[in-house]
């Protein structure tokens, strides 16, 4: 069992300190850190340092929002890379849906920084929505669109203190399409200890993005853990113990030198 005080903040980032060993925490799309925290206070119980980022164009208004797109986010990333490279000797990243897109990006080309491994959940390859994909000409006819919350979502949302984006530019979502066909085509550039982590129930990502991302990485070091009892929001839903339990055994084991294949 992992003890975690809990004492959410909804739309502030947040940084641990820790030992020398650095784990970047990305949250989703129109999400915020709110919905990583309880893996960071985890991951800080076992001594890691930690930084949940706030994405560029997040945690403010939906028209803060519309101005910002996919290059934007991974900048947030890719600073706070560099941040807690400066910060500690070996750096994690792991992401949460989109954060976790932007994480394996940042493994395929961000080679200025040594990272040491590299963790999705519940990232997009194919989405359950298929009118995403007509957003990049839907954009220029409808603005925003409301974001439909399930029961479930809703409770998620306000046990976890979530703050989110209900208004959502279609813009964005144009963008986020952009951002996969981006990253599906860096896949096989990536050579860091991988970890997959996939919902086989989400409702948001079609569940063989587990399996695609888990196939196309190029390193042979990696592993592809299913959820049975989780929706999309992985870190906040009810194995939200199983997945920081996971993602604590794969950074103990791949820290330094210690990868057993």
């Not at 206070?41 to 403010?60: C, I, P, R």
């Not at 007509?134 to 046990?159: G, H, W």
Request: positive net charge; hydrophobic residues 40%; glycine residues 8%.
């Amino acid at each position: 069992m992992i003890k975690v005080k809990i004492e959410y903040k909804s739309k502030e980032p947040f940084y641990f300190a820790g030992n020398g060993i650095g784990c970047l925490l990305v949250h989703g799309f129109t999400g915020s850190p709110a919905e990583m925290r309880y893996l960071g206070e985890a991951l800080n119980d076992q001594g890691y340092t930690v930084y949940g980022v706030l994405l560029a164009g997040h945690g403010e208004t939906p028209e803060a929002m519309k101005e910002s797109n996919w290059q934007h986010w991974y900048e947030s990333v890719r600073k706070g890379i560099e941040y807690l490279a400066e910060e500690c000797e070996e750096v994690f990243v792991i992401g949460l849906s989109m954060g976790g897109l932007l994480s394996l990006r940042a493994a395929a080309i961000n080679k200025e920084v040594k990272l040491k491994g590299v963790v999705s959940i519940c990232a997009p390859i194919y989405l359950q929505d298929k009118k995403s994909y007509l957003t990049p000409v839907a954009q220029y006819f409808k603005p925003y669109y409301r974001k439909k919350i399930s029961s479930k979502d809703e409770a998620l949302n306000k046990d976890n203190d979530r703050f989110t984006y209900f208004q959502i530019p279609l813009s964005c979502v144009a963008s986020l399409v952009n951002l996969i066909k981006k990253t599906k085509g860096e896949f096989s550039r990536i050579d860091l200890p991988t970890l997959v982590i996939q919902s086989e129930i989400d409702p948001v990502v079609v569940p063989k993005s587990g399996d695609y991302i888990f196939n196309k990485v190029g390193t042979e070091k990696k592993q592809l853990i299913w959820l049975k009892r989780s929706g999309h929001l992985a870190t906040i839903d009810v194995e939200r113990e199983l997945v920081a339990t996971e993602i604590i055994k794969f950074i103990s084991k791949n820290r330094g030198d210690n990868w057993k294949l």
